[in-house]
Nanobody
Framework: QVQLVESGGGLVQPGGSLRLSCAAS????????IGWFRQAPGKEREGVSC????????YAADSVKGRFTISRDNAKNTVYLQMNSLKPEDTAVYYC????????????????????WGQGTQVTVSS
């Protein structure tokens, strides 16, 4: 059974850090582009960060650039999202997605559909 399982969300104060993990099972994540999306109430889905399987290149949305870093550990079949300097506007449910390789990592983050989705993990940034 193919699964993506996110973990690491929670409540954090502004300026704090969290590291989200996305553990893949039932398939080899190193053969897929991986991305993180977020969905906040009343807002459109936003592609936060993606990583390419072909060359390891990464993409980060302008809203998180310089604060969030995506990485992958193929030996553990896991992808991470390190989130630093968190802001209240980062509050959302964060989802991990996987898909067949795209022409570019930007295309991966802009794609409207994906082969695999996780169940999401809540991140709340509040004092």
């Amino acid at each position: 059974q193919v699964q993506l399982v996110e973990s690491g969300g929670g409540l954090v104060q502004p300026g704090g850090s969290l590291r989200l993990s996305c553990a893949a099972s039932g398939f080899t994540s190193e053969n897929y582009d991986i991305g993180w999306f977020r969905q906040a109430p009343g807002k459109e889905r936003e592609g936060v960060s993606c990583i390419s399987v072909s060359d390891g290149s990464t993409y980060a949305a302008d809203s998180v650039k310089g604060r969030f870093t995506i990485s992958r550990d193929n030996a553990k079949n896991t992808v991470y999202l390190q989130m630093n300097s968190l802001k209240p506007e980062d509050t959302a449910v964060y989802y991990c997605v996987a898909d067949v390789p795209h022409p570019s990592v930007q295309a991966m983050c802009a794609s409207p559909r994906y082969d695999f989705w996780g169940q999401g993990t809540q991140v709340t940034v509040s004092s």
